[in-house]
C-alpha cells in the first residue's frame, strides 16, 4: 500500500526540484502517494516584521498562490503537474517566474485553464493560504527550508531533504533511498546529517549561474588588477620624483 506523504516545495529552489524528481518517480512506482504543500523561502529568509513584506516583489509568490488554487479546485493531482510544468518552465527554460505568461504557460502545459493565474493573484484568500501553511509546517515541526517531506498525508513527523544533485538513476535505487529516509524520519533519535555537495544538479538553471558567477569574478579580479597596477605605477612615480628632487 502506497505511503502517503506531503512534500513541501517553494518553486525557487533547485535542490527541492530535484528531489521532487525522486518523489514522482516514487508515487509513479506506486511506493508512495504523494501530495503538495507549500512553503515560502522568501518569508523564511525576512528579517523584518512580516506586515513589511513586498508581496508584489516576490518572486515565488505567483507560483505559490496559482498553486494552492489549483490545488483547492482540482485537487493534489494538478497541484503535482503544475508544479512539475513551473519547474521545467524555470529550472530548463529559465523563464522569468515573476512573469504571468510563465505560470499561464505553466498551467496550460499542465492540462490547466490559464485563467488560473488571474484568478489566484487577485484573490487574497491565496496568499493568507500559502502564510498560514507556510508557519503551520514551521510551527507544529520547526521546519526551516525545502524540501520537507511530511510522512502520514502531512500530519506525522517531518524532515528537511534529502537534498540531493540529481534523481536515482534506477527505479531500484529511488526505492532504496525511500527506505532509508522514511526509516530516519520515523526514528525519534535521530536529528541531522551532513555533508558537503558533492555534484551540482544538472540543470540549465545551474550551468547559467555558474556561469554567471565565474564571470562576476573575473571581473573583479580584472578591476583588482587594474587597482594593484595604478596603486604601482603611483608608487614608482613618487619614488622616481623623490629621486630626481
Known sequence: MAEPVCFHLDPRCPWCWQTSKWVRRLDALGVIEASWGVFCLEIANFSK??????LSRSQAAPSLR????VRDAEGQAAAGRFYEAIGTRYF????DLRSPDTVRGALA????????????????????????????LVRNTRSFGVPTIRLDGGYGPAIFGP??????????????????????TRYDNFSELKRDRTI???LNYTR???????????TIAEVAARAEATVKAQAEAMAKGGVES
Do not use: C, Y
Open 49 to 54: 516584521p512580516i506586515e513589511e513584506f513586498d
Open 66 to 69: 496559482t498553486m494552492v488554487m
Open 92 to 95: 530548463d527554460g529559465e523563464q
Open 109 to 136: 502545459d499542465a492540462g490547466l485553464d490559464p485563467a488560473w493565474h488571474d484568478k489566484a493573484v487577485t484573490d487574497r484568500w491565496t496568499w493568507t493560504t500559502v502564510m498560514d501553511e507556510h508557519q503551520s
Open 163 to 184: 537534498v540531493i544533485s540529481n534523481p536515482p538513476a534506477t527505479d531500484e535505487e529511488a526505492v532504496e533511498l525511500w527506505t532509508h529516509v522514511s526509516w530516519l
Open 200 to 202: 551540482e544538479p544538472d
Open 208 to 218: 547559467t549561474a555558474q556561469a554567471k558567477r565565474q564571470a562576476e569574478l573575473a
